[in-house]
């Protein structure tokens, strides 16, 4: 039997955007589930704090890799107090022990002071 390549060329190329456009639907999805998640958060923070939560074994795309929790100083900024220079989803170095851990709605998140913050990791 002969299929003409025309045929398998088609085939091919809408297979390809049948998978594209449901893959982006699926990570749009995933991004809008993240931003809905971060903002769910029930908490308005004053007078120069942040809400972070610690980064476990990942390495970011400028090649620093985190550390386990004992020596870990990388989090990530979940929440900020209005006018703060950081913003949310930003990877920062913290300090050991100057954290207060808060529990909302069952996860465990910390709270810290914005002038302790050592750093902003900037990715290339």
Known sequence: MYIPFDFIQKFYC????????YLNKKIIKLILFMKEKNSEIPINLKNGYILIQDIKNETTS??????DETYNRFARVLKTYEGSTLSEGDIIIKPIGR?????INDVIYDC?????????????
């Open 14 to 21: 809408i297979f390809f955007i049948i998978c594209y456009l």
């Open 99 to 103: 954290t207060t851990p808060i529990k």
């Open 62 to 67: 400028s090649g620093i890799i985190i550390p």
């Open 112 to 124: 810290l002071k914005e002038a302790f913050v050592f750093a902003k990791v900037i990715n290339d």
